[in-house]
């Protein structure tokens, strides 16, 4: 058993009457390239938002390293990236950055060369100084991620990070998390992309109707069936 | 702490980049240079020539005081869109995906909005002084005092526009803010008409009136103003009940935090 970066325990989420998230518990070990799937509106956002303490469990514990998920010294060293990344339109990539390694404590020289580095990794050199309000949908997806890699977390939450990219852009990305994974990154993925989860993740769960219908790693998951697109119909389709 | 300077930084920042903001600058000051005839002085009444420095005060008390109310307007029109924007914009994301602290992102805002009209009214107020100063060669020591201290009716605007902008529709938390402001306006004024002697002898029985329990702690930026206009003055005040209205604003003030940073920290994301 490796160290548990995530512990979920028995969370569950209500809005109203409706309930969103259902006793959910997994962990998710240090090192771990984990996937949440599940079909729209399975309650896989509100998780992501709990995790990142945006909103609050009805009842259940979150754990982020060993500090309760709503407690801010737990988000010093999760990156996060949302599934519509907004950057505020008067704002250049490079000013976004900035302002992400400055509230995560750098000081303004270091901000600065964080920014060059993250910019270079997603491949944003030569855009990095245009407003936001140019971007396209990719460029502001590529922007966020290299907002969440910025000071090297341990943690990084994505939420549909390939939304609006192209196939090259797809694929940049995909080497990028894997050269964070080999460097001992956790990596959360929130994803609908069936086929890119089977080749990048270690483990995933499926959830459907707020509630985990199977957790594990990918190759116990697809044994029996031919392949992960299949499981998740299976899961999502049966009541 | 440092977190909470950033975002008071950065809210001053991105106000700056509003090219309304530098418009709005040009205006006010334009119309203070355009009324400067005002404060020169130079009135004759009944063929006798005022004092012309005495006159000078007068106008610019009248403007001290308009200016203040331009910008009570200006202020809750600009902190109705705080919240909301942020959450448009992504920027709320940006900050609190971080290791910032809700209060740190509630408290950065509004001051850094106060900051930011505390310096656009000062320079304003200054204005003035000099234009006075220039005029009159009589400098108003107590002006840019009481511009100081009449800034804290900006953050208890600042503040309860924000607080009610998380239960009600932007336009509506604003107009709701001012209605409250005038209300106590309509309710101090009135209170210092009838203070007046002449008022106190046309209207038989004023003197006697006790003012009403809430009309002693409602809040007090009336009283606020009246109290920069005497340090300009240098009169002594005399206020309504027994707060002084500094205190009793500022006790708003905390009251009206305390309930946005209680409210903002239930709030769902």
Redesign the interface.
């Known amino acids: 058993m490796g160290i548990k970066m995530i512990v979920l325990d028995s969370v569950t989420k209500e809005f109203g009457n409706i309930t969103v998230v259902d006793h959910v518990s997994c962990q998710i070990q240090k090192g771990e390239y984990f996937a949440l799937l599940g079909p729209n509106g399975a309650g896989k956002t509100t998780i992501v ?1 709990m995790l ?5 469990p009805t009842s259940g514990t979150i754990t982020i390293n060993g500090i309760p998920g709503h407690e ?2 737990a ?2 060293k ?1 990156g ?1 990236i ?1 599934e519509q ?6 704002l250049s990539g490079v000013e ?1 950055l900035i ?2 390694a ?4 750098l000081s303004h020289k270091d901000a600065q060369k964080e920014a060059e580095r993250v910019i270079q990794i997603v491949s944003m050199s030569g855009s990095e100084n245009k407003k936001s309000h140019g971007y396209s949908k990719g460029m502001r997806q590529r922007m966020g991620l290299a ?1 969440a890699i910025m000071g090297k977390p341990d943690l990084l939450v994505l939420d549909e990070p390939v939304s609006g990219l192209d196939p090259i852009g797809i694929r940049q990305v995909r080497n990028i998390l894997q050269d964070l994974r080999d460097c001992g990154m956790t990596i959360i993925l929130n994803s609908h992309l069936l086929s890119e989860v089977e080749k990048t993740c270690d483990t995933a769960a499926i959830i459907h109707n707020g509630r985990i219908m199977i957790n594990g790693s990918i190759d116990s998951i697809v044994t029996q069936e031919e392949n992960l697109e299949d499981v998740f119909v299976k899961y999502v389709t049966q009541e | 702490m440092k977190p909470f300077v950033k975002i008071v930084q950065y809210t001053i920042v991105d106000q700056m980049r509003h090219k309304s903001f530098y418009v709005l600058l040009a205006i006010s000051i334009g119309f203070i240079f355009l009324i400067r005839g005002c404060y020169s002085g130079n009135y004759t009444i009944n063929g006798r020539q005022v004092d012309n420095i005495a006159s000078a005060w007068i106008a610019s008390r009248i403007v001290f005081q308009v200016i203040i109310m331009g910008m009570l307007l200006m202020v809750s029109m600009v902190s109705m869109k705080i919240f909301t924007r942020d959450q448009n914009d992504g920027s709320v994301h940006l900050f609190l995906s971080r290791p910032v602290d809700r209060w740190e992102y509630v408290l950065g805002r509004i001051i850094g909005i106060w900051l930011f009209f505390l310096f656009f009214m000062v320079v304003l107020h200054f204005t003035i002084c000099l234009i006075v100063w220039f005029n009159t060669h009589e400098m108003m020591i107590g002006y840019v005092l009481a511009s100081l201290v009449c800034s804290v009716n900006l953050l208890f605007m600042i503040s309860a526009v924000c607080l009610f902008s998380l239960f009600l529709p932007d336009v509506i938390s604003a107009m709701f803010a001012v209605g409250l402001v005038c209300l106590g306006f309509i309710s101090d004024g009135g209170y210092k008409l009838f203070s007046v002697g002449v008022v106190k002898a046309l209207v038989p029985g004023i003197a006697n009136t006790e003012p009403a329990l809430w009309r002693v702690f409602f809040p007090k930026l009336f009283m606020v103003q009246a109290y920069g206009d005497s340090i300009i003055c240098q009169n002594v005040f005399t206020g309504i009940g027994p707060v002084h209205p500094l205190l009793n604003v500022f006790g708003f003030i905390v009251l009206l935090l305390i309930l946005t940073l209680f409210v903002f920290h239930k709030k769902e994301i």
Do not use: C, S, V
């Open positions: 938002r990142m303490g945006f909103i609050r801010t010294r988000r010093k999760i996060y949302a990344n907004i950057i505020p339109p008067y976004y302002r992400h400055a509230l995560l404590g907002a």
